[in-house]
């Protein structure tokens, strides 16, 4: 069994930075390093978007709305992966998942709120 969870998430004014979590658990742990890892993201309204991508070797693309406000990291020790989002702004408002390709698991999700 494979499975994600995220944290992190929170209530933000624009502007302001959160770094959210993603550990994985289950016989994904034995090679985590092996395996992409996505961020996605689901506004009210709109469909599921990538959001970031992180390959087994630490190469990084990430969607244009996000480009140079968000930054995906790994750390294979952990069996983690990371989204730092910074200046963020109203429109980055959605529900964050975690995702492994290779078995199409996603996490329960963890809700990111900017507003002022």
């Known amino acids: 069994q494979v499975e994600v969870a995220e944290s992190g998430g929170g209530s933000v004014q624009p502007g302001g930075s959160l770094r959210l979590s993603c550990v994985a658990s289950?016989?994904?742990?034995?090679?985590?390093?092996?395996?992409?890892m996505t961020w996605h993201r689901q506004a009210p309204g709109k469909p599921r978007e990538l959001v970031a991508a992180?390959?087994?070797?630490?190469?990084?693309t990430y969607a244009d709305s996000v480009m140079g406000r968000f930054t995906i990291s790994r750390d294979n020790t952990k069996k983690a992966v990371f989204l730092q989002m910074n200046s963020l702004t109203p429109e980055d408002t959605a529900v964050y998942y975690c995702?492994?390709?290779?078995?199409?698991?996603w996490g329960q999700g963890t809700q990111v709120t900017v507003s002022s």
């Open positions: 289950g016989s994904i742990t034995a090679r985590y390093q092996m395996y992409q």
């Open positions: 992180i390959t087994s070797g630490g190469t990084t």
């Open positions: 995702r492994v390709p290779a078995f199409n698991i």
